[in-house]
C-alpha cells in the first residue's frame, strides 16, 4: 500500500542485502548547502591546521641539526621560535576549525530533526497505527528523531573533520616522508595494505551490528514508553515485577549488541594501530642503522620519525572514524527510512477550494473501505446524505464501522471505492488542511497536551485572546472548574492532562473544538466513559454545541441520541435502518434490540438525561 521514494528504501530485516552503506550519508549533504561560507571557513581552518602539523617536522630537523648537533645557540632559538609561530597559528585554526565543524553539526541535527518531524506530521494516522513493522511503535520514532540524529551530529560535527583533518596530514606525512628518504618511507607504506584489509572486513561487522544495535535502544524507548504511559494499568495489574523482567531482558540483549559491536571496533582499532606501528618500529631500527652509517642526518630521521608517527596515528584515527561512519550510515538510513515514507493522502497539485459560507453537506455514494492488512471490509457499498445542519446518530454493534466513517470524513484515509463528497465536492479535490478546518472532533477519550489549559484550549484558534477562551469554555460548561484551578487558564496541566477527570478533560475538548468554530461536528462516543453528573454537564454543552451545524453522532448509549434529527444503524459495515427513535423501534430489529438493552422490553422511551 505504502511506497517510498526510493527504489531501494532500506528495510529493517537485518538481511546482508539491506545493511546499510556509507552512501547513504551522500544524500545528506543536501542540507549542509545553507551553510557553504561556514563550511568554506572550516576549510581553510583545517587546511591551516594540517599544515602547521606538517611544519613542525621541519622545525624539528632544523632544532636537531642546526640547534643541537652544531651547537648554534642563535640557531637553536630561530629555530624554536619559529616553531612557536608554527605552534600559534596550529592553536588559532584548530580553535576555529573545532567551533565552525561543531557548530555546522549542531545545525545538521537541528535542521534534520525538525525536516524528519515536519514530514511525520504529513502521514496520516494510518502509518503510525497499522503500517509500522514490528517495534516501529511511536517510542521507536522518539528514538530516530533523538538518538540517531546525535550520531549524525558527532559524524559531521566532528568525526568527519578528523578524517579529513588526518587525511591531508597522512598525505602530506607520506609525501614529505618521500622526498626525505624514499627507501625507508617503504618500510612504512607496507603497514597501509595490512591496515585497509582489516578496516574493510571489520568495517561491513560493524555497520551491521550498529543498525541491530540502534534498533534495540529503539525498542527499549518504545518499551519504556508503554509501560510508563500505561503506569495505572500497569500497578493496578501489580504487574511491575513481569515489566522489570521484560525491560531488563530488553537492555541485557541491547547491551549485548553494543559490547559485540564496540568488540568489533576495538578489534578494527587495535588491528591498525599494530600494523602501521609495526612498521614504525623496523623503519626506526633501519632509520637507526642509516644514521651510524652517515647516509642520513639524526634531524632527518628525527623529521622522519615525526612524520611516520603522524602518518601511523593518522591511519589509526581513520580507522576508527571509519567505524562512526558505519554506525553513522544505519542511522542515516533509519532518518531517510522515515523521510522517504510518501503519504497516502496527499495534498492534490491544483485542489479545489471550498464555498464560502460552508454549507455543511454531506454525500457518500458505494463507498467501500477496508483497513491495510485486512479482509473484511469495514464499510461496504455505503450510502449516506445528510442534509446541511442535520443531527445525525450512528448506533450499531462495536466494530460495525461507525468510527471508521468519521475517519473516511476527516481523510484520514481515502476509500477503495465509492466517492465521498463535502459540499458537493469530492473530498480526494480538497486539501486535506482545509477540509479539516472545517470539521470538529471531540473524542472519546480527547487528546490534551502538556502545557496550560490555555495552550490546550488555543488548538481550536491559535490567536483567541483570553476573553474568547472565558466564552467557550463557559458554552462548554468547563469555566466553573477552570476558574477553581490554582492558577486559572494558566494552570499546568501535565502530560495528557493527567491532573483532571474524564468529565473535566472531555468539556475543555469541547471548549478547544468551539474556538475551532467547524461546520460539522463529530462526535465520538463523547460521554461514554463518565459519571452521571458528567455526562449531564458534557451533554448539555454538546447540545449547545450542535445548534446549527451538521453533527455526527456515535453513541452506545442510546439515551443521549435518541433526540438525534435521524438515527443511522449501521451493521457489518453496511447502512441497514434510518429514522427516528419511534420508527427504528417499529421497522429495525437490531436497533429495537439495542434499545431493549438498554431500556428494558417494557420501557423502551428513553429516560431523560
Known amino acids: 500500500m505504502r511506497s517510498a521514494a526510493s527504489?531501494?528504501?532500506?528495510?529493517?530485516?537485518?538481511?546482508p542485502s539491506s545493511r546499510p552503506s556509507p552512501r547513504v550519508l551522500l544524500r545528506l549533504l543536501g542540507l549542509l548547502s545553507p551553510y557553504r561560507l561556514r563550511l568554506a571557513l572550516a576549510g581553510v581552518a583545517l587546511l591551516l591546521a594540517s599544515g602547521s602539523v606538517l611544519l613542525l617536522g621541519q622545525g624539528l630537523r632544523l632544532v636537531v641539526d642546526q640547534g643541537f648537533m652544531d651547537?648554534?645557540?642563535a640557531a637553536l632559538g630561530k629555530a624554536l621560535?619559529?616553531?612557536?609561530?608554527v605552534v600559534t597559528v596550529l592553536a588559532l585554526a584548530s580553535a576555529l576549525r573545532y567551533y565552525l565543524v561543531t557548530w555546522?553539526?549542531?545545525r545538521l541535527a537541528a535542521d534534520l530533526r525538525r525536516h524528519v518531524f515536519n514530514h511525520l506530521l504529513t502521514l496520516e494516522p494510518g502509518f503510525f497505527e497499522s503500517t509500522l513493522t514490528p517495534g516501529q511503535a511511536a517510542g521507536e520514532i522518539t528514538s530516530r528523531l533523538t538518538a540517531d540524529t546525535s550520531v549524525l551530529q558527532s559524524l559531521f560535527g566532528s568525526s568527519v573533520s578528523l578524517a579529513l583533518r588526518n587525511l591531508l596530514m597522512l598525505i602530506g606525512a607520506v609525501a614529505l616522508m618521500l622526498v626525505t628518504q624514499p627507501w625507508l618511507s617503504a618500510l612504512v607504506l607496507l603497514g597501509i595494505p595490512a591496515t585497509v584489509l582489516p578496516i574493510l572486513w571489520f568495517g561491513r561487522r560493524v555497520?551491521?551490528?550498529?543498525?541491530?544495535?540502534?534498533?534495540?535502544?529503539?525498542?527499549?524507548?518504545?518499551?519504556?514508553?508503554?509501560?510508563?504511559?500505561g503506569i495505572r494499568t500497569v500497578q493496578a495489574f501489580t504487574h511491575e515485577n513481569i515489566d522489570r523482567r521484560d525491560y531488563a531482558n530488553r537492555v541485557e540483549d541491547a547491551f549485548a549488541h553494543a559490547v559485540e559491536r564496540t568488540r568489533q571496533r576495538a578489534w578494527l582499532t587495535g588491528i591498525a594501530m599494530l600494523a602501521v606501528f609495526a612498521a614504525v618500529g623496523i623503519m626506526l631500527w633501519q632509520g637507526g642503522l642509516a644514521v651510524l652509517s652517515g647516509d642520513m642526518s639524526a634531524g632527518e630521521l628525527s623529521a622522519f620519525v615525526f612524520y611516520a608517527v603522524l602518518a601511523a596515528g593518522a591511519v589509526a584515527t581513520l580507522a576508527e572514524v571509519a567505524g562512526d561512519v558505519q554506525r553513522a550510515a544505519g542511522a542515516a538510513e533509519r532518518l531517510l527510512e522515515l523521510i522517504d515514507t510518501r503519504p497516502d493522502i496527499a495534498r492534490p497539485q491544483v485542489p479545489t477550494t471550498l464555498p464560502v459560507p460552508l454549507r455543511g453537506e454531506i454525500h457518500m455514494d458505494s463507498v467501500t473501505f477496508t483497513y491495510p492488512g485486512r479482509e473484511t471490509p469495514a464499510l461496504e457499498a455505503f450510502n449516506l446524505h445528510i442534509r446541511p445542519g442535520e443531527?445525525?446518530?450512528l448506533v450499531?454493534?462495536?466494530g460495525s464501522g461507525k468510527s471508521t466513517l468519521l475517519s473516511l470524513l476527516l481523510r484520514f484515509f481515502d476509500p477503495d471505492s465509492g466517492t465521498l463528497r463535502f459540499d458537493g465536492i469530492d473530498l480526494r479535490e480538497l486539501d486535506p488542511g482545509e477540509l479539516r478546518s472545517a470539521i470538529g472532533l471531540v473524542a472519546q477519550e480527547p487528546t490534551l497536551f502538556t502545557g496550560s489549559v490555555a495552550d490546550n484550549l488555543r488548538y481550536g484558534d491559535p490567536n483567541a485572546t483570553l476573553e474568547v477562551l472565558r466564552e467557550a469554555a463557559h458554552d462548554a460548561n468547563a469555566l466553573s472548574f477552570i476558574d477553581a484551578l490554582p492558577q486559572g487558564f494558566d494552570t499546568q496541566l501535565g502530560p495528557g492532562g493527567v491532573q483532571l477527570s474524564g468529565g473535566q478533560r472531555q468539556r475543555l475538548a469541547i471548549a478547544r473544538a468551539l474556538l475551532k468554530n467547524p461546520r460539522v461536528l463529530l462526535l465520538d462516543e463523547a460521554t461514554s466513559a463518565l459519571d452521571a453528573e458528567s455526562e449531564r454537564l458534557v451533554q448539555q454543552a454538546l447540545d449547545q454545541m450542535m445548534v446549527g451545524r451538521t453533527s455526527l453522532v456515535i453513541a452506545h448509549r442510546l439515551a443521549t441520541v435518541v433526540a438525534a434529527d435521524r438515527l443511522l444503524v449501521i451493521d457489518a459495515g453496511r447502512l441497514v435502518a434510518a429514522g427516528s427513535h419511534t420508527e427504528l423501534l417499529e421497522s429495525s430489529p437490531l436497533?429495537?434490540?439495542l434499545a431493549d438493552l438498554q431500556f428494558g422490553a417494557h420501557q423502551r422511551t428513553a429516560p431523560a438525561l
Request: charged fraction near 30%; proline fraction near 6%; aromatic fraction near 4%.
Open 81 to 85: 621560535v619559529l616553531m612557536l609561530s
Open 207 to 229: 555497520r551491521r551490528l550498529s543498525r541491530s544495535s540502534q534498533d534495540r535502544v529503539a525498542e527499549l524507548g518504545r518499551y519504556a514508553d508503554e509501560a510508563l504511559g
Open 71 to 73: 651547537a648554534d645557540r
Open 7 to 15: 527504489p531501494d528504501a532500506p528495510s529493517s530485516s537485518g538481511s
Open 396 to 398: 450499531g454493534p462495536s
Open 104 to 106: 555546522i553539526g549542531e
Open 391 to 393: 443531527r445525525v446518530a
Open 591 to 593: 436497533y429495537r434490540h
